[in-house]
Protein backbone atom coordinates (compact mmCIF):
# COMPACT_ATOMS: atom_id res chain seq x y z
CA UNK A 1 0.00 0.00 0.00
CA UNK A 2 0.89 3.51 -0.99
CA UNK A 3 2.03 6.22 1.79
CA UNK A 4 1.32 9.60 0.52
CA UNK A 5 3.74 11.82 1.75
CA UNK A 6 1.98 15.12 2.23
CA UNK A 7 -0.97 13.32 4.11
CA UNK A 8 -1.78 13.61 7.76
CA UNK A 9 -4.63 12.15 9.94
CA UNK A 10 -5.27 14.33 12.66
CA UNK A 11 -7.62 11.85 15.16
CA UNK A 12 -9.89 12.95 17.46
CA UNK A 13 -12.12 10.37 18.71
CA UNK A 14 -14.14 11.62 21.01
CA UNK A 15 -14.11 15.43 19.75
CA UNK A 16 -15.39 15.70 16.57
CA UNK A 17 -14.57 18.45 14.29
CA UNK A 18 -17.76 18.77 12.41
CA UNK A 19 -20.25 19.52 14.96
CA UNK A 20 -21.31 22.20 16.88
CA UNK A 21 -19.39 23.81 19.89
CA UNK A 22 -19.73 24.82 23.08
CA UNK A 23 -21.80 22.60 25.13
CA UNK A 24 -20.60 19.12 26.70
CA UNK A 25 -17.69 17.73 25.63
CA UNK A 26 -17.65 19.87 22.47
CA UNK A 27 -15.07 22.42 23.12
CA UNK A 28 -11.52 23.80 22.34
CA UNK A 29 -10.28 20.62 21.64
CA UNK A 30 -12.62 20.71 18.63
CA UNK A 31 -12.06 23.77 17.31
CA UNK A 32 -8.62 22.81 18.01
CA UNK A 33 -8.55 20.09 15.39
CA UNK A 34 -11.05 21.48 12.95
CA UNK A 35 -8.82 25.10 12.67
CA UNK A 36 -5.12 23.10 12.52
CA UNK A 37 -6.89 21.25 9.50
CA UNK A 38 -8.30 23.72 7.61
CA UNK A 39 -5.13 25.37 8.11
CA UNK A 40 -2.99 22.79 7.15
CA UNK A 41 -5.41 22.06 4.08
CA UNK A 42 -4.79 25.49 2.82
CA UNK A 43 -0.97 25.01 2.96
CA UNK A 44 -1.00 22.07 0.63
CA UNK A 45 -1.71 18.82 3.01
CA UNK A 46 -4.43 16.29 2.42
CA UNK A 47 -5.93 16.36 6.03
CA UNK A 48 -8.72 13.69 7.02
CA UNK A 49 -10.06 14.07 10.40
CA UNK A 50 -11.07 10.72 12.63
CA UNK A 51 -13.75 11.09 14.90
CA UNK A 52 -16.43 9.01 16.36
CA UNK A 53 -19.89 8.55 14.95
CA UNK A 54 -22.23 9.61 17.97
CA UNK A 55 -25.61 9.37 16.02
CA UNK A 56 -27.37 7.79 13.63
CA UNK A 57 -27.97 10.95 11.91
CA UNK A 58 -24.90 11.80 11.42
CA UNK A 59 -23.05 11.82 7.94
CA UNK A 60 -20.37 9.08 8.00
CA UNK A 61 -17.97 11.76 6.36
CA UNK A 62 -18.00 15.43 6.09
CA UNK A 63 -15.99 17.11 3.10
CA UNK A 64 -15.11 20.34 4.11
CA UNK A 65 -13.01 21.50 0.92
CA UNK A 66 -11.03 18.90 -1.40
CA UNK A 67 -8.33 18.73 0.50
CA UNK A 68 -9.78 18.46 4.25
CA UNK A 69 -12.88 15.96 5.82
CA UNK A 70 -14.21 14.68 8.41
CA UNK A 71 -14.83 10.86 8.61
CA UNK A 72 -16.42 9.35 11.14
CA UNK A 73 -15.86 5.84 12.47
CA UNK A 74 -17.68 3.63 14.85
CA UNK A 75 -16.43 2.84 18.28
CA UNK A 76 -19.64 1.15 20.01
CA UNK A 77 -23.25 2.71 19.44
CA UNK A 78 -23.69 5.50 17.70
CA UNK A 79 -25.05 7.74 20.25
CA UNK A 80 -23.46 9.87 22.95
CA UNK A 81 -20.92 8.37 25.26
CA UNK A 82 -19.46 10.21 27.52
CA UNK A 83 -14.98 9.89 27.44
CA UNK A 84 -15.19 8.73 30.35
CA UNK A 85 -17.14 5.48 29.45
CA UNK A 86 -15.46 5.07 25.85
CA UNK A 87 -12.03 3.90 26.19
CA UNK A 88 -13.27 0.26 25.95
CA UNK A 89 -14.70 0.96 22.25
CA UNK A 90 -11.02 1.93 20.98
CA UNK A 91 -10.00 -1.45 19.74
CA UNK A 92 -12.96 -1.62 17.46
CA UNK A 93 -12.24 1.88 16.56
CA UNK A 94 -8.24 0.74 15.49
CA UNK A 95 -10.00 -1.97 13.57
CA UNK A 96 -12.23 0.60 11.91
CA UNK A 97 -9.23 2.78 11.07
CA UNK A 98 -7.21 0.00 9.56
CA UNK A 99 -10.09 -1.18 7.66
CA UNK A 100 -10.66 2.72 6.20
CA UNK A 101 -6.87 2.48 5.12
CA UNK A 102 -7.61 -1.14 3.54
CA UNK A 103 -10.96 0.05 1.69
CA UNK A 104 -8.97 3.15 0.03
CA UNK A 105 -5.82 1.89 -0.75
CA UNK A 106 -3.58 3.73 1.20
CA UNK A 107 -2.08 3.88 4.94
CA UNK A 108 -1.28 7.04 6.88
CA UNK A 109 2.60 7.73 7.42
CA UNK A 110 1.58 10.53 10.15
CA UNK A 111 -0.80 10.47 12.82
CA UNK A 112 -1.44 13.58 15.05
CA UNK A 113 -3.77 12.39 18.39
CA UNK A 114 -5.80 14.19 20.22
CA UNK A 115 -6.50 13.96 23.85
CA UNK A 116 -5.77 10.42 26.09
CA UNK A 117 -8.12 8.24 23.79
CA UNK A 118 -6.98 8.78 20.35
CA UNK A 119 -3.06 8.97 22.09
CA UNK A 120 -4.12 5.24 22.96
CA UNK A 121 -5.32 4.71 19.59
CA UNK A 122 -2.28 6.25 17.81
CA UNK A 123 0.13 4.11 20.18
CA UNK A 124 -1.89 0.90 18.99
CA UNK A 125 -1.33 1.56 15.38
CA UNK A 126 2.26 2.48 15.95
CA UNK A 127 2.63 -1.61 16.53
CA UNK A 128 0.76 -2.46 13.60
CA UNK A 129 1.97 -0.06 10.90
CA UNK A 130 5.34 1.94 10.25
CA UNK A 131 4.20 5.24 11.62
CA UNK A 132 5.25 8.82 13.41
CA UNK A 133 2.94 9.55 16.45
CA UNK A 134 2.41 13.26 17.50
CA UNK A 135 0.14 14.05 20.60
CA UNK A 136 -1.77 17.16 21.51
CA UNK A 137 -2.79 16.37 25.34
CA UNK A 138 -5.87 19.27 25.42
CA UNK A 139 -5.81 17.91 29.31
CA UNK A 140 -3.53 16.53 31.19
CA UNK A 141 -5.21 13.44 34.08
CA UNK A 142 -2.46 14.47 36.50
CA UNK A 143 -3.64 18.18 36.54
CA UNK A 144 -6.93 17.64 36.18
CA UNK A 145 -7.47 14.93 39.19
CA UNK A 146 -5.88 17.80 41.27
CA UNK A 147 -8.82 19.83 40.89
CA UNK A 148 -12.05 17.66 41.30
CA UNK A 149 -13.63 15.99 43.76
CA UNK A 150 -14.54 12.45 42.58
CA UNK A 151 -11.57 10.67 40.64
CA UNK A 152 -13.40 8.69 37.49
CA UNK A 153 -12.98 4.96 37.68
CA UNK A 154 -10.59 5.43 34.53
CA UNK A 155 -8.34 7.63 36.17
CA UNK A 156 -5.64 5.43 36.47
CA UNK A 157 -5.85 3.54 32.82
CA UNK A 158 -5.53 7.66 31.66
CA UNK A 159 -2.50 7.99 33.71
CA UNK A 160 -0.75 5.43 32.24
CA UNK A 161 -1.70 6.30 28.78
CA UNK A 162 -0.58 9.14 29.24
CA UNK A 163 2.91 8.49 30.29
CA UNK A 164 3.48 5.86 27.56
CA UNK A 165 2.44 8.19 25.08
CA UNK A 166 4.85 11.08 26.45
CA UNK A 167 7.38 8.15 26.06
CA UNK A 168 6.87 7.05 23.21
CA UNK A 169 5.33 9.55 20.67
CA UNK A 170 7.87 10.52 18.21
CA UNK A 171 6.55 14.30 19.20
CA UNK A 172 4.77 15.88 21.75
CA UNK A 173 3.10 18.98 21.20
CA UNK A 174 2.25 21.31 24.31
CA UNK A 175 0.46 24.16 23.85
CA UNK A 176 2.23 26.45 26.47
CA UNK A 177 5.10 26.48 28.30
CA UNK A 178 3.22 25.73 31.42
CA UNK A 179 1.77 22.56 29.84
CA UNK A 180 5.08 20.88 28.98
CA UNK A 181 6.71 22.13 32.78
CA UNK A 182 3.64 19.93 33.99
CA UNK A 183 4.53 16.92 31.67
CA UNK A 184 8.09 17.46 32.37
CA UNK A 185 6.84 17.56 36.85
CA UNK A 186 3.97 15.59 36.97
CA UNK A 187 4.23 12.80 33.80
CA UNK A 188 7.88 12.07 33.19
CA UNK A 189 11.13 13.53 32.26
CA UNK A 190 11.39 11.14 29.02
CA UNK A 191 10.24 12.24 26.24
CA UNK A 192 9.98 14.76 22.82
CA UNK A 193 8.27 17.89 23.52
CA UNK A 194 7.48 20.96 21.05
CA UNK A 195 5.80 24.11 22.19
CA UNK A 196 3.75 24.92 19.63
CA UNK A 197 0.32 27.14 20.53
CA UNK A 198 -3.26 26.78 20.02
CA UNK A 199 -4.70 29.88 17.15
CA UNK A 200 -7.59 31.61 16.63
CA UNK A 201 -9.47 33.17 13.70
CA UNK A 202 -7.76 36.90 13.38
CA UNK A 203 -10.30 37.59 10.34
CA UNK A 204 -13.22 36.79 12.30
CA UNK A 205 -12.77 38.15 15.70
CA UNK A 206 -12.08 41.87 15.76
CA UNK A 207 -13.78 43.03 12.94
CA UNK A 208 -16.99 44.48 14.41
CA UNK A 209 -17.08 47.95 15.97
CA UNK A 210 -18.40 47.95 19.72
CA UNK A 211 -21.24 50.35 19.29
CA UNK A 212 -22.62 48.02 16.09
CA UNK A 213 -22.95 44.88 18.20
CA UNK A 214 -24.34 46.67 21.43
CA UNK A 215 -27.14 47.83 19.02
CA UNK A 216 -27.26 44.21 17.47
CA UNK A 217 -27.62 43.06 21.61
CA UNK A 218 -29.48 45.44 22.44
CA UNK A 219 -26.99 46.75 24.95
CA UNK A 220 -26.70 50.31 26.31
CA UNK A 221 -24.00 52.40 25.67
CA UNK A 222 -23.68 53.28 29.15
CA UNK A 223 -23.80 49.02 30.60
CA UNK A 224 -20.76 47.38 31.67
CA UNK A 225 -20.31 44.04 30.30
CA UNK A 226 -19.00 41.36 32.06
CA UNK A 227 -18.55 38.15 29.47
CA UNK A 228 -18.35 34.65 30.02
CA UNK A 229 -18.27 32.13 27.11
CA UNK A 230 -17.47 28.41 27.73
CA UNK A 231 -18.83 25.30 28.64
CA UNK A 232 -21.08 24.80 31.90
CA UNK A 233 -17.78 22.84 33.87
CA UNK A 234 -17.51 22.81 37.37
CA UNK A 235 -13.25 23.61 36.50
CA UNK A 236 -14.85 26.11 34.19
CA UNK A 237 -14.91 28.34 37.32
CA UNK A 238 -17.92 30.29 36.31
CA UNK A 239 -19.40 30.37 40.56
CA UNK A 240 -16.05 32.40 40.99
CA UNK A 241 -17.15 35.20 38.55
CA UNK A 242 -20.60 35.04 39.94
CA UNK A 243 -19.69 35.67 43.49
CA UNK A 244 -17.18 38.45 42.14
CA UNK A 245 -19.63 39.95 40.22
CA UNK A 246 -22.35 40.01 43.25
CA UNK A 247 -19.46 41.51 45.52
CA UNK A 248 -19.23 44.14 42.89
CA UNK A 249 -22.77 44.85 42.31
CA UNK A 250 -22.69 45.12 46.77
CA UNK A 251 -20.19 47.62 46.50
CA UNK A 252 -22.47 49.99 44.31
CA UNK A 253 -21.17 49.40 40.96
CA UNK A 254 -23.86 50.36 38.56
CA UNK A 255 -24.71 49.38 35.25
CA UNK A 256 -23.20 46.15 35.21
CA UNK A 257 -24.21 43.15 32.84
CA UNK A 258 -23.06 39.90 33.47
CA UNK A 259 -23.11 38.02 30.50
CA UNK A 260 -22.74 33.76 30.67
CA UNK A 261 -23.10 32.20 27.10
CA UNK A 262 -22.41 28.35 26.68
CA UNK A 263 -24.63 25.50 25.59
CA UNK A 264 -26.02 23.15 28.02
CA UNK A 265 -28.91 20.42 27.56
CA UNK A 266 -31.16 19.42 30.60
CA UNK A 267 -30.40 16.34 32.57
CA UNK A 268 -26.41 15.96 31.01
CA UNK A 269 -23.33 17.58 33.27
CA UNK A 270 -23.81 20.89 31.63
CA UNK A 271 -27.43 21.14 32.05
CA UNK A 272 -26.97 20.39 35.76
CA UNK A 273 -23.98 22.85 35.96
CA UNK A 274 -26.68 25.80 34.38
CA UNK A 275 -28.61 24.70 37.32
CA UNK A 276 -26.41 25.39 39.89
CA UNK A 277 -24.85 29.18 38.69
CA UNK A 278 -28.69 30.12 37.76
CA UNK A 279 -29.16 28.89 41.55
CA UNK A 280 -26.36 30.90 42.54
CA UNK A 281 -27.38 33.93 40.50
CA UNK A 282 -30.80 34.06 42.41
CA UNK A 283 -29.46 33.89 45.94
CA UNK A 284 -27.30 36.49 44.91
CA UNK A 285 -29.79 38.68 43.91
CA UNK A 286 -28.40 39.16 40.20
CA UNK A 287 -30.89 37.82 38.18
CA UNK A 288 -32.19 41.58 36.95
CA UNK A 289 -28.38 42.02 35.63
CA UNK A 290 -27.53 38.58 34.44
CA UNK A 291 -28.36 37.19 31.07
CA UNK A 292 -27.99 33.34 29.76
CA UNK A 293 -27.75 33.73 26.09
CA UNK A 294 -27.07 30.06 25.77
CA UNK A 295 -24.56 28.38 22.93
CA UNK A 296 -23.32 31.26 20.97
CA UNK A 297 -22.86 30.30 17.60
CA UNK A 298 -19.71 30.92 15.22
CA UNK A 299 -21.91 34.11 13.36
CA UNK A 300 -22.69 35.65 17.15
CA UNK A 301 -19.69 34.60 19.17
CA UNK A 302 -17.76 37.49 17.86
CA UNK A 303 -20.27 40.33 17.91
CA UNK A 304 -20.90 38.94 22.28
CA UNK A 305 -16.99 39.74 22.17
CA UNK A 306 -16.83 42.70 20.26
CA UNK A 307 -19.67 44.11 22.57
CA UNK A 308 -18.02 43.02 26.05
CA UNK A 309 -16.22 45.44 28.50
CA UNK A 310 -14.10 43.01 30.32
CA UNK A 311 -14.00 38.72 29.35
CA UNK A 312 -13.43 36.75 31.84
CA UNK A 313 -11.72 33.11 32.27
CA UNK A 314 -11.79 31.64 35.37
CA UNK A 315 -10.91 28.17 35.06
CA UNK A 316 -9.67 26.19 37.73
CA UNK A 317 -7.31 24.59 35.54
CA UNK A 318 -6.73 25.14 31.95
CA UNK A 319 -4.58 23.68 29.89
CA UNK A 320 -4.61 26.62 26.66
CA UNK A 321 -7.79 28.45 26.66
CA UNK A 322 -8.99 29.72 23.71
CA UNK A 323 -11.88 32.20 25.01
CA UNK A 324 -8.26 34.23 26.37
CA UNK A 325 -7.35 34.39 22.62
CA UNK A 326 -10.49 35.32 21.18
CA UNK A 327 -10.84 37.88 23.22
CA UNK A 328 -8.05 39.49 22.96
CA UNK A 329 -8.22 38.98 19.14
CA UNK A 330 -11.33 40.99 19.78
CA UNK A 331 -9.78 43.70 21.39
CA UNK A 332 -10.75 43.25 25.06
CA UNK A 333 -9.30 43.32 28.02
CA UNK A 334 -9.15 39.61 29.44
CA UNK A 335 -9.47 38.73 33.43
CA UNK A 336 -8.33 35.04 33.99
CA UNK A 337 -7.21 32.04 36.40
CA UNK A 338 -3.44 32.52 37.02
CA UNK A 339 -3.21 28.62 35.61
CA UNK A 340 -2.12 26.98 33.13
CA UNK A 341 -1.91 28.40 29.64
CA UNK A 342 -3.68 31.83 30.64
CA UNK A 343 -0.23 32.51 32.24
CA UNK A 344 1.13 32.31 28.81
CA UNK A 345 -1.29 33.75 26.81
CA UNK A 346 -2.40 37.22 29.14
CA UNK A 347 -0.13 39.48 29.97
CA UNK A 348 -0.59 40.77 33.17
CA UNK A 349 -1.41 44.76 33.18
CA UNK A 350 -0.52 44.54 29.85
CA UNK A 351 -3.12 42.47 28.00
CA UNK A 352 -5.38 41.55 31.16
CA UNK A 353 -4.92 40.74 34.49
CA UNK A 354 -4.77 37.40 36.28
CA UNK A 355 -6.10 36.48 39.85
CA UNK A 356 -5.50 33.61 41.88
CA UNK A 357 -8.34 30.60 40.70
CA UNK A 358 -11.26 30.27 42.96
CA UNK A 359 -10.90 34.01 44.38
CA UNK A 360 -13.69 36.18 43.90
CA UNK A 361 -11.97 38.70 46.07
CA UNK A 362 -9.20 38.85 43.50
CA UNK A 363 -11.65 38.36 40.34
CA UNK A 364 -13.85 41.56 41.46
CA UNK A 365 -10.78 43.46 42.04
CA UNK A 366 -9.37 42.78 39.23
CA UNK A 367 -12.65 42.86 37.13
CA UNK A 368 -13.48 46.76 39.07
CA UNK A 369 -9.68 47.73 37.56
CA UNK A 370 -10.71 47.69 34.22
CA UNK A 371 -14.03 49.05 34.17
CA UNK A 372 -13.32 51.87 35.97
CA UNK A 373 -10.59 53.02 33.62
CA UNK A 374 -11.83 53.05 30.14
CA UNK A 375 -8.85 54.69 28.02
CA UNK A 376 -6.36 51.58 30.34
CA UNK A 377 -9.02 49.24 29.48
CA UNK A 378 -8.30 49.84 25.33
CA UNK A 379 -4.70 49.90 25.70
CA UNK A 380 -5.08 46.04 26.69
CA UNK A 381 -7.52 45.05 24.21
CA UNK A 382 -4.90 46.80 21.44
CA UNK A 383 -2.00 45.09 23.10
CA UNK A 384 -3.94 41.75 23.15
CA UNK A 385 -5.07 42.19 19.27
CA UNK A 386 -1.36 42.47 18.71
CA UNK A 387 -0.11 39.68 20.57
CA UNK A 388 -2.42 37.14 18.99
CA UNK A 389 -1.24 38.58 15.52
CA UNK A 390 1.72 37.98 16.27
CA UNK A 391 1.85 34.58 18.11
CA UNK A 392 -1.57 33.41 17.91
CA UNK A 393 -3.10 32.93 14.09
CA UNK A 394 -4.47 29.70 13.25
CA UNK A 395 -2.35 29.75 10.05
CA UNK A 396 1.14 30.53 11.72
CA UNK A 397 0.60 27.37 14.12
CA UNK A 398 -0.34 25.21 10.80
CA UNK A 399 3.49 26.08 9.35
CA UNK A 400 4.71 25.18 12.64
CA UNK A 401 3.19 21.74 12.66
CA UNK A 402 3.96 21.35 8.99
CA UNK A 403 7.23 21.67 9.27
CA UNK A 404 6.83 18.90 12.69
CA UNK A 405 5.02 16.57 10.43
CA UNK A 406 7.59 17.65 7.00
CA UNK A 407 10.73 16.45 9.73
CA UNK A 408 8.83 13.18 10.91
CA UNK A 409 7.66 12.12 7.79
CA UNK A 410 10.55 12.24 5.85
CA UNK A 411 11.99 10.04 9.02
CA UNK A 412 9.10 7.18 8.59
CA UNK A 413 9.24 7.26 5.22
CA UNK A 414 13.17 6.76 5.35
CA UNK A 415 12.47 4.07 8.22
CA UNK A 416 9.57 1.91 6.46
CA UNK A 417 11.84 2.19 3.05
CA UNK A 418 14.41 0.29 4.97
CA UNK A 419 12.12 -2.47 6.64
CA UNK A 420 10.87 -2.94 3.12
CA UNK A 421 14.28 -3.64 1.40
N1 LIG B 1 -17.55 28.23 22.41
C1 LIG B 1 -18.46 28.58 21.43
N2 LIG B 1 -19.73 28.88 21.82
C2 LIG B 1 -20.13 28.83 23.11
C3 LIG B 1 -19.17 28.50 24.10
C4 LIG B 1 -17.88 28.20 23.71
O1 LIG B 1 -18.14 28.63 20.23
O2 LIG B 1 -21.29 29.10 23.38
C5 LIG B 1 -16.16 27.96 21.98
C6 LIG B 1 -15.20 29.06 22.42
O3 LIG B 1 -15.35 30.18 21.60
C7 LIG B 1 -13.86 28.35 22.30
C8 LIG B 1 -14.22 26.90 22.69
O4 LIG B 1 -15.64 26.79 22.58
O5 LIG B 1 -13.39 28.39 20.97
C9 LIG B 1 -13.80 26.61 24.11
O6 LIG B 1 -12.42 26.40 24.14
P1 LIG B 1 -11.53 26.60 25.44
O7 LIG B 1 -10.14 26.22 25.08
O8 LIG B 1 -11.70 27.99 25.95
O9 LIG B 1 -12.14 25.62 26.52
P2 LIG B 1 -12.50 24.04 26.51
O10 LIG B 1 -13.91 23.93 26.08
O11 LIG B 1 -11.55 23.36 25.57
O12 LIG B 1 -12.31 23.61 27.91
Redo the contacts with the bound molecule.
Sequence with gaps: MLEKQNRIALISVDGDPAI????EE???????VRQVGLALAQQGWKVDMFTRRSSKEQAAIVQHNANCRTIRLPAGAPEFIGRDELFSYLPEYVKAFQAFQQQHGFRYSLVHTNYWLSAWVGMRLKQLQPLSQIHTY??LGAVKYRNIDEIPAIATKRLAVEKACLETAERIVATSPQEQEHMRSLVSTTGQIDIIP?G?DIDRFGAIEREAARQQLGIAANEKVVLY???F?K??GIETLVRSVARLHAAGRTNLKLII???SQPGRCDGRERDRIEGIVGELGLDTITVF??????RI?PVYYAAADVSV?P?HY???????I?AMASQIPVVASAVGGLQFTVVPEETGLLAPAKDDVAFAQAIDRILADSSWARKLGERGRQRVENHFSWQGVAIELGHLYTTLNSATVETSRAIAA
Design positions: AIGQAGGQNVYHSCTVGRDRKGGGPGRLDDLVSEPFGLVAE
